[in-house]
């Protein structure tokens, strides 16, 4: 297995030196140590390190926190910060770049890995869990029905385009808002009540329809007749995290429905001539 790169980036020598050979002793590589905010980006876009261990304070226009931040936003490589500093301000503008843990200095080598360890392996589940999300909003965007996703108090979480056309609102105006002010499903019977779509996926786990004759109103007010699934979205251990429904518009089906019992009721009537 590959030795995990870590770039140090330290303007006093001395502690940069004892910190690099600690480092390699611990089976770590240290491609580069940098001593400044400036030269660690640079190093950066030449070889990318699995983590950053970077002091707050450096000398120069670009402190640890800027390079922090420009590292955080252009590299996606976890930054694990070094301070002999407890200065409020100081960490609250620390905290903006999302570092994955503080250093305090003087630190012992126990601590140093296992600070790293953690830093590295938190990076690593982030990056899979945001890996798989893309793919997940890949996949849901592609499908060739609608499809909204909301959490378990029927607050929207995801839409696909189709979805978007079909309601009228754009996924950005949606999300957050409760699934009835986006998703409008109404009866055509009168007097008949359509429930909530949420509040039945979660009692039932998985509904088709949710009344007889549903329409869905879109934003502007026009009328869409839909079939609609629904289903609940649960964790490994059966926790219910939201609810998910596909619904697609049957306006053809109705009319090739309304055609065959139109010739229906014509054959039946020349029969009885």
């Known amino acids: 297995m590959p030795k995990k790169q870590i770039l140090v980036v330290e303007d006093e020598s ?63 490589i976890p930054v694990v910060y070094l301070t002999s500093y407890s200065d409020e301000k100081i960490l609250e503008r620390a905290k903006i770049t999302e570092p994955y843990c503080y250093i305090i200095k003087p630190f012992k080598e126990r601590e140093l890995h296992i600070n790293i360890e953690i830093a590295t392996y938190k990076h690593k589940m982030e990056k899979k869990l945001k890996e798989s999300k893309q793919w997940l909003d890949s996949t849901i965007k592609s499908l060739g029905e609608a499809v909204i996703s909301t959490d378990k108090e029927g607050l929207i979480k995801t839409m696909n385009p189709f979805a978007e056309a079909m309601t009228g609102w754009k996924s950005n105006e949606a999300i957050s808002k409760p699934i009835s002010t986006v998703f409008n499903i109404i009866s055509e019977k009168p007097n008949v009540n359509v429930e909530n779509p949420v509040t039945k996926a979660i009692r039932e786990g998985m509904f088709y329809g949710l009344a007889e004759q549903t329409v869905l109103v879109a934003k502007e007010g026009m009328k869409v007749p839909v079939d609609i699934i629904g289903s609940a979205i649960k964790d490994d251990l059966g926790n219910i995290m939201g609810t998910v429904m596909i619904f697609e518009d049957i306006v053809e089906r109705k009319r090739m429905e309304e055609r065959l019992n139109n010739a229906n009721k014509l054959s039946a009537n020349n029969g009885k001539k």
Not at 29 to 54: H, N
């Open 14 to 76: 001395i502690v940069a030196e004892d910190l690099r050979q600690s480092l390699i002793g611990l089976g770590y590589a240290v491609p580069s140590v940098e001593s400044s905010g400036e030269k660690a980006i640079k190093k950066i876009m030449e070889s990318r390190p699995d983590l950053v261990l970077m002091d707050i304070v450096l000398y120069g226009e670009m402190d640890g926190i800027d390079a922090a931040k420009e590292i955080h936003d252009r590299f996606d």
